[in-house]
């Protein structure tokens, strides 16, 4: 089998490695295919290598099947699609006492606290697995994990049909979570500064501010006669991002912090007292949240196809991983794991 390992630096070196049998209540998986996402690249920059020690295998959107059973494993057999939910939980923390096991205070977050999936063939614990209907493109199925983050999004939000709500950030999570609240029956713009990403939304007919050029709060006042959006996601992951959105916001409305803010933002308090505010944060997701995405890919709900701009295979990862990073007309990347010689589509 071969992996993609992370060994610092921006660089990303696939290497042969012998595969073990599964221990008890694992399981080996084939992984079909995974993505690389923004955490992905984060690490792939070095801003997490206080947290992710090189030598280390990425990767948490994934699908796969089934290759190999440990002991005491029961419910799948050999050739089952499956996806990973990457969330290793203490079960004893407070936060998991409570019932918020995505929120783990001694979190193992699978492919960036330990190896993930970017691997020809991954040993997981068996109680991880999510099946995927027999229907559904494993290349599609590598959205599962966005998509999960949607779903938990717009659940933590509490869309109610008839709503306007406003996207800040047209990436791929961002027009998955457009697309789940659209779903719910809310009414979306999305404001992105990039107009591949613009064009791509409007091509799933989403309607679209270009921020650079127009004055979002403006348009927002305009749409709303003027009084503001009752729910705004902010998932661009920029201190401009985060003041138009709270511009735009109406009495009460809801501001859900999507995006992580490696350093600390100024936020406009007096909006939030003015207006009363709510700020929610979503974190992750719940496997409820999964099963829900499952349900979604499966009746094709979720614009798989538009949002894949390429797969490569195994031996480029370090080519993906730098298309990626360039930003230049590519919403989402994945890997063929099982490709380790051929060539890619894009």
């Known amino acids: 089998m071969h992996q993609a390992t992370y060994t610092g630096g921006r660089t990303v070196r696939v290497q042969p490695v012998r595969p073990l049998a599964p221990p008890p209540g694992h399981v080996r998986i084939e992984v079909a295919y995974t993505g690389i996402c923004g955490t992905d690249l984060h690490v792939f920059h070095g801003a997490m290598d206080d947290r992710v020690r090189p030598p280390a295998v990425l990767g948490h959107e994934m699908s796969g099947r089934v290759a190999e059973l440990g002991a005491d494993v ?6 089952d699609p499956v996806t990973v939910m990457p969330l290793g939980v203490c079960d004893d923390c407070p936060a998991c006492r409570a019932g918020h096991h995505h929120v783990c205070h001694r979190m193992n977050f699978i492919g960036v606290d330990s ?3 970017m691997q020809t063939s991954w040993t997981v614990p068996a109680e991880l697995l999510v099946g995927l209907p027999d229907g559904l493109r494993l290349d599609h199925a590598a959205l599962l994990e966005p998509t999960a983050v949607a779903v938990h999004d717009v659940h933590r939000a509490g869309v109610r049909a008839g709503e306007k709500a406003l996207v800040v950030g047209g990436g791929p999570v961002g027009l998955l979570i457009a697309t789940v609240a659209r779903r719910a029956g809310a009414e979306v713009r999305v404001s992105e500064p990039d107009a591949h990403r613009r064009a791509v939304a ?10 650079v050029h127009t004055d979002v709060a403006t348009v927002v006042t305009e749409w709303t006669g003027g009084a503001g959006v009752p729910i705004a996601f902010e998932v661009s992951g920029a201190a401009p991002g985060v003041a138009a959105a709270v511009a735009c916001m109406a009495v009460r409305g809801r501001l859900v912090m999507v995006a992580i803010h490696p350093t600390p933002r100024e936020i406009d308090l007096h909006r939030f007292f003015w207006r009363e505010l ?26 798989a196809e538009a949002l894949i701009s390429r797969i490569e295979p195994l031996h480029r990862v370090q080519e993906a991983f730098s298309a990626l990073d360039s930003g230049d007309g590519v919403m989402k990347v994945l890997i063929d794991c099982q490709n380790t010689a051929g060539s890619g589509r894009s």
Do not use: K, M, N
């Open 202 to 211: 409007e091509e799933l007919g989403l309607a679209t501010i270009d921020p």
């Open 74 to 79: 029961d419910g799948w057999r050999p050739g």
């Open 278 to 303: 709510t700020l929610i944060g979503a974190r992750l997701y719940q496997r409820t949240d999964f099963e829900a995405a499952v349900r979604l890919l499966g009746a094709g709900h979720i614009p």
């Open 115 to 117: 190896d993930g999936s």
